[in-house]
């Protein structure tokens, strides 16, 4: 195993409660210390591969090493994005993607008064929220017209934005970033409209590519991201892929799409070492999704459910409290997105209707009511059978079957 | 190995909810469990049957839980490591667990409850009780008055579906 980070293996999302100061590194790991040795792994951390060659099996690290394979999982993940503006090379100016970016980041905070973020993403707001949880005061600068854009709808967004403004984070929406301006070191961050907003520390939470230079040029096809099929197995039969570099079929938007989301990324990661072990396992597919909460508010949401997405016939949104938002989005019969803020235990049901694809048309008029549980949909779960075929269903569809029986 | 619910004979009538609840709380005893309120939450839920009813004779309704998956979805969804499995149960190290909620987003039944305590509750095959024997093992299948409810492996349900029903459930309604 081969990775450009010296860290032991620690769960990327939680470097947001790291910099916040909620968890100390100690709580960040992911498996314990002795993880590569108990599992015999050899692990070359902090070497970086430079180069894929498929046709020799190879590949290059970037001290020359030269490693040979019999099957190649490629899990690069994917780097910040950073707008193509002047001044990023000046001291202050960071993503936030890895733990060294949140320890280089606490590291500056005695120079630093005011923070801006760029982007109102998932990223950029757990990075105002970490940096006000440690004083400092900070504006989140988006181009959206509103925050989570990908992630909720103007709704659920106006929600958040009252609740981090409420908080004294400064949120400015329809703001793109035109010039990072200082001396070497942060000073500040010029708007496209002219507006200067003085920092010491700029984060840039602009979202993520795909690292792929690796097989740049190579038979490994890639668009956004290396394409994977249903076995995470790319154009070349002994090469995988998983995770945020790998481009496999979304099942609300029925074709290949990155969904650089943990979930995704450890199911792809498993399906892949299956395969590539010669046991048969099928990928059903990713779909956009992600659960996160800003001052204990949580929300959670899947398939469509952004601000930009068009592709819907219909929407059923229930606000039975301040607090509390709820928004079904469905295409012809079927559910196609949701958003579930304050109250999210149907989180996983709702998922479920997404992923299966199946006919909602009785029941969507109660899918956000009280009462709504997973027995209601046994009638689905009886009348599309074919489309639930993993074991739980089938042992389900046992103890229907008796009932028709008796 | 987990907890299969017989729908010949469920009535949700809620006292695996209450057992469930009770022996999930720090007295164990359900007068004091009432007290602490938030702690003492049922990692299973009875559910009134489906409207519109099956085709088949209708039901009583569910007890529903953990299904105890395997491959997992909420353990790939973890952003801790804190949901794992093991020997077969799907468990989550309360230590470990944040609350990010992303277990509560894979769980295709519903069966994890995020808690106002900031982690994931849900169905743990009852660690305390390890080493009753028969339905003492499980509070849930100790507490149901009908027998619907068994814990053990899929052939042991199955024998248990193979049981000819003796006292006919008559559907009701909860509302």
Redesign the interface.
Same mark, same amino acid.
């Given at each position: 195993m081969i990775s450009d980070e010296e860290d032991p293996l620690y769960s990327r999302p939680l470097i947001s409660y790291y910099l916040a100061g909620e968890l100390p590194e100690e709580k960040l790991y992911y498996r314990p210390p002795d993880f590569y040795e108990r599992n015999r792994i050899e692990a070359y951390l902090g070497r970086r591969a430079v180069r894929v060659e498929p046709g020799a099996n190879r590949v290059i690290l970037d001290d020359g090493t030269e490693l040979r394979y019999d099957r190649l999982l490629l899990a690069t993940g994917a780097s910040p994005v950073f707008p193509e503006i002047e001044g990023l090379d000046k001291r202050g100016v960071f993503g936030f993607r890895t733990l060294k970016d949140a320890k280089e980041m606490l590291a500056m905070l005695p120079e630093v008064r005011q923070a801006v973020v760029l982007g109102g993403g998932l990223v950029g707001l757990k990075a105002a929220v970490g940096l006000h949880a440690r004083g400092v005061e900070v504006t989140v600068a988006v181009s959206s017209p509103h925050l989570l854009s990908q992630m909720v709808d103007a709704g659920a967004a106006q929600i958040y934005r009252e609740l981090l403004e409420a908080h004294g984070i400064k949120v400015a929406t329809g703001m793109k970033p035109a010039e990072i301006l200082g001396d070497g070191k942060v000073e500040g961050v010029r708007m496209e409209s002219g507006e200067e907003l003085p920092a010491q520390l700029v984060v840039v939470g602009k979202g993520v590519r795909a690292n792929m230079d690796l097989v740049k040029d190579t038979e490994v096809r890639c668009e956004w991201g290396v394409l994977i099929d249903e076995h995470c197995r790319t154009s070349v039969e002994n090469i995988y892929a998983a995770g945020d570099v790998a481009q496999s079929y979304d099942v609300v938007r029925g074709e290949r799409w990155t969904n650089a989301l943990w979930p995704c990324a450890v199911e792809q990661g498993r399906i892949a070492a299956l395969n590539m072990a010669g046991k048969e396992a099928v990928y059903q597919g990713s779909m956009g999704m992600n659960s996160i909460q800003f001052f204990d508010l949580p929300v959670i949401s899947a398939g469509r459910a952004g601000l930009r997405e068009r592709d819907f016939d219909e929407e059923i949104i229930r606000r039975p409290r301040k607090d509390v938002y709820k928004r079904l989005v469905l295409k012809g019969d079927r559910l196609v997105g949701f958003v579930l803020v304050g109250e999210v235990e149907q989180a996983g049901l709702l998922r479920s209707l997404i992923a299966k694809g199946v006919s909602v048309r009785e029941l969507k008029d109660r899918l956000l009511e009280p009462g709504f549980s997973f027995a209601q949909l046994m009638p689905i779960l009886e009348r599309e059978r074919e489309k639930f075929t993993e074991r739980e269903y089938l042992e389900l569809q046992e103890a229907l079957k008796a009932v028709a029986m008796s | 190995m987990r907890i299969? /619910?017989? %729908?010949?004979r469920c009535l949700a009538c809620g006292a695996c909810e209450l057992a469930c609840a009770v022996e999930h709380s720090r007295s164990k005893d359900l007068f004091q469990a009432v007290l602490e309120g938030e702690e003492a939450t049922a990692r299973r839920?009875v559910?009134?049957? $489906?409207?519109?009813i099956?085709?088949?004779?209708p +039901?009583g309704?569910?007890s %529903?839980g953990c !299904?105890h /998956? &395997?491959?997992a $979805?909420c353990v &790939?969804?973890c952003?801790?490591?804190a949901m794992h499995k093991e020997d077969g149960a799907t468990i989550v190290d309360q230590e =470990?667990c944040?609350? /990010?909620? !992303?277990c509560? !987003?894979? /769980?295709?039944?519903?069966? +994890?409850?995020?808690s106002k305590l900031k982690v994931a509750l849900k169905c743990d095959l009852c660690p305390d009780r390890e080493g009753r024997e028969g339905k003492a093992r499980f509070a849930c299948v100790e507490a149901c008055p009908t027998g619907a409810l068994i814990g053990g492996e %899929?052939e042991d349900? =199955?024998k248990l %579906?193979e049981e000819?029903?003796v006292l006919p459930i008559e559907t009701y309604h909860h509302r």
């Open positions: - | 299969y /619910c017989d %729908l010949r839920e559910q009134p049957p $489906p409207e519109p099956l085709s088949s004779p +039901i309704g569910i %529903l !299904m /998956c &395997d491959p $979805p &790939d969804a952003i801790t490591g =470990k944040v609350g /990010c909620w !992303m509560v !987003m894979a /769980c295709p039944f519903g069966a +994890i409850t995020p %899929l349900f =199955k %579906l000819e029903v």
